[in-house]
């Protein structure tokens, strides 16, 4: 029997398979307790007639919603100015949807925002949530962590990680790649614009910088300069370093946007890249790192990767499997461009 709206239903699936409604039912919800050929009858037969399933009614039997959650802790302005965010949510959406699963993307606007976050998150609305909560002093980690569904973090977060899963990249490592890199190419004096210093990946790339130079604490102080990710930012930085160790002679900047900055402030200074003044970011964000002048040698770091490990930890979790807590640290690398 069609339903009033002409789209076929349930019964009709099971009388064109010549099966139960109660076979087609467990078939249509992805139940084990069904044979081979039944399931292929099943297919057929849905395929035939283009039936649609329910999915308020079928989550009403499965309890699941085929939705997770992207919660970003971040002030809208820096989501839509920072193409790292972009790229984030382009290869979260893309993986969920090869999963079937679809993606409500949550913003924290306002510090009022957790509990509201935490309200529909724990409401029955999403199967788990994907939570990139970068800053140090974020109270959202700790108003999720007890949630009654799964969570999978993106980095590293403020509070005890016992008991947390976590996928993160080395961005202590790639800060010590990149300053390596430019020591290796016998430059003596190489400064940094480093990151937000409320932010694990500036503080984690930063922490790279002083391994590879082994500077003390007052030279070190001396030769780096914060900045906010912005090119803006990454010019000023660039500009007060350049009077203040007017011998630098390389520069690594913590994101590829500040390293955009500083090849502004360069250029603007009359120093030439990579000549006078080599220089590395870290990113390796295709609208950035290849179009700038030069084309910029950077650390890259794959959202894609980490996306994919995140969204395999949190379907293994949906489905019950048992996984480990932990953090899963994932690799970086450098590529060589003109700049360095």
Known sequence: MLRADGRPTLEDVAARAGLSRATVSRVINDSPRVSPEARELVRVAVQELGYVPNRAARTLVTRRTDAVALVLSEPENKFFDDPFFASTVRTVSQHLSAADTQMVLLLVHREDDHERIARYLS?????????????LDDPLPEAVRDLPL?????????????????????????????????????????VTVAGPVDEYAGIERLDGWRQATGL???????????????????????????????ELDAVFAANDLMAAGALRALHAAGRRVPQDVAVVGFDDQPAVAPRTDP??????????????????????????????????????ELVRRESA
């Open 150 to 190: 799964p969570i999978v973090f993106g980095g590293r977060v403020g509070i005890p990680e016992t008991g947390l899963h976590l996928v993160d990249h080395d961005n202590v490592g790639g800060g010590r790649l990149a300053t390596e890199h430019l020591v290796g190419l016998g430059r003596r004096t190489v």
């Open 123 to 135: 409401g029955g609305h999403v199967d788990g949530a994907l939570v990139l909560a970068p800053h």
């Open 216 to 246: 003390d604490d007052q030279k070190a102080a001396n030769r780096s300069e914060r900045a906010d990710f912005t090119e803006d930012g990454g010019e000023r930085a660039m500009t007060a370093l350049l009077q203040r160790v007017p």
């Open 295 to 332: 084309p910029l040698t950077t650390i890259r770091q794959d959202p894609s990767l980490r996306t994919e490990h995140m969204v395999d930890r949190m379907a293994r979790l949906i489905a019950g499997e048992p996984v480990p807590t932990g953090r899963t640290m994932l690799p970086v």
